[in-house]
């Protein structure tokens, strides 16, 4: 009888879904956000053609973090997603950017382009690294605005900051630094080519090998005619080839220097990160011929829309008041870095043209 009284144990509650989904906070809100404005900077190129579609992303991201009926969203609910999109959605389209590199045109441009521009990107990096180590930056902003200087702006930041680890804060004002610099290139530059004594086809070339990102080169590059267009953009993808043997160089360095450290999921970390591998074989991929152009279309506006979401999500993770404490010192380095890349690369044209 005692043991038909006595009282059969409950079983064990089960946590509800609901607590679940509160650790872990949902991306899409912030992933939605960054497309919207991918497409709000898609309609500010098409209204502007001369403002870059990746440069008005990253303003756009910058401004909507300091609105104060947006900033909440930004800084809450949205964090997640714009966080994400800052890495994943960077990775794709560096992936795809190698199907943007014409290794058969680049060749064709001469080793001593090749040697030249190689010269550029090497004096730029360490350059800017031993002025900004000089200067006091703090964290990694010395290697990754070296980096968008040398090779290709806000999408080399976003490349190395993803084996670097590098805080987001630190990426977003780099990103907001090389953007501001070589928006200037596109008013700067064209005044200079009179003065300078260089004709259209030193010009190109001077402003592939020197104005940081893909879009600013074309906009620069273009009000000296298509000749002096496609130069720029030749050497322009000669500088963009040299992402990948950077990236991995930091990757080993960072590897050496942190031997025997773990990432957050308990491997090491690999030498050559998966993405940077993805863009050398989209670039064996387009040397190969195999893809018609409607493809190589396609796949540049599938890159060009996924670095414009990419950049949003960084740009809202710049605090203009954080940013201003040590502006002063970033804006010295950001125009020391401009004048290594526009007289190196302009010594570099004079002896090649």
């Known amino acids: 009888m005692a043991i038909l009284n006595r009282t059969a144990p409950k079983p064990p509650r089960l946590a509800p879904r609901r607590d679940a989904s509160r650790e872990t906070p949902s991306s899409r809100p912030g992933l939605a956000f960054a497309v919207a404005g991918a497409l709000v900077a898609w309609c500010v190129h098409l209204v502007i053609p001369a403002v870059p579609m990746l440069t008005a992303s990253v303003v756009l991201g910058i401004a909507v973090a300091h609105v104060p009926g947006l900033r909440l969203f930004v800084r809450g609910p949205a964090r997640p997603g714009l966080s994400l999109a800052g890495r994943r959605l960077m990775r794709i389209g560096i992936v795809l950017l190698g199907l943007g590199l014409g290794l058969d045109q680049v060749v064709r441009l001469g080793w001593a382009t090749v040697v030249m521009v190689s010269a550029v990107v090497a004096a730029t990096f360490f350059g800017t690294i031993w002025l900004g180590r000089r200067l006091g930056l703090p964290g990694d902003q010395p290697l990754l605005i070296a980096t968008g200087y040398s090779i290709c702006g806000a999408s080399a930041i976003g490349a190395v900051s993803e084996v670097s680890g590098s805080d987001e804060e630190d990426v977003a004002a780099s990103v907001a630094l090389v953007t501001l610099c070589g928006t200037l290139a596109i008013a700067v530059l064209p005044l200079l080519q009179g003065p300078l004594g260089l004709s259209d086809l030193a010009f190109g070339r001077w402003v592939g090998a020197s104005v940081h990102d893909v879009g600013q080169v074309v906009a620069t590059a273009q009000t000296a005619g298509p000749g002096a267009l496609g130069d720029a953009v030749l050497v322009k993808l000669m500088r963009v080839a040299l992402l990948a043997p950077l990236v991995a160089a930091v990757a080993f360095s960072l590897r050496a220097r942190r031997r025997g450290v773990r990432t957050a999921s308990g491997k090491r970390p690999a030498p ?68 290594v890349v526009a007289g190196v690369s302009y010594a570099g044209v004079l002896l090649t043209v």
């Open 272 to 339: 050559v990160p998966l993405f940077v591998a993805g863009f050398l074989a989209a670039a064996a991929l387009r040397a190969t011929g195999v893809l018609p152009p409607v493809a190589l279309e396609w796949a540049h506006t599938a890159q060009e829309a996924l670095l414009a979401a990419a950049l949003f999500g960084l740009g809202s993770a710049v605090h203009l008041p954080t940013l201003a404490r040590t502006g002063g010192r970033a804006a010295v380095l950001g125009l020391g870095a401009w004048v």
